[in-house]
């Protein structure tokens, strides 16, 4: 069974830098692309970072220049380093492989991690 468990958030000032964790089971990460998700209250879940099998990045224009997705096949995790976080950074942060078929998409997402950027 593919699952996601992501660990590394916290509170924060505006200002202030985070590293987010995923560990991926029943995928290979380096074989996927695999995302940075996050979901703010009330609003829907949006993808804001993703690393292809060969290493390309393509960051949300939110985080760009702030944020840095990473892989390390060894362990089968991928990374999201947060830098000059802002307060309208603070969410539920989830990873997942989006290439996965939509039922496997569906059963993978993890509890996430919440990021909570005070000003």
């Known amino acids: 069974q593919v699952q996601m468990v992501e660990s590394g958030g916290g509170e924060v000032q505006a200002g202030g830098s985070l590293r987010l964790s995923c560990a991926a089971s029943?995928?290979?990460?380096?074989?996927?692309?695999m995302a940075w998700y996050r979901q703010a209250p009330g609003k829907q879940r949006e993808l804001i970072a993703s690393?292809?099998?060969?290493?390309?990045?393509i960051y949300a224009d939110t985080v760009r220049g702030r944020f840095t997705i990473s892989r390390e096949n060894a362990k089968n995790s991928v990374y999201l380093q947060m830098i000059s976080l802002k307060p309208e950074d603070t969410a539920v942060y989830y990873c997942n492989a989006p290439s996965l078929a939509p039922s496997l998409l569906a059963v993978a997402w993890g509890r996430g991690t919440q990021v909570t950027v005070s000003s």
């Open positions: 029943g995928i290979f990460a380096g074989m996927n692309t």
């Open positions: 690393i292809t099998s060969g290493g390309m990045t």
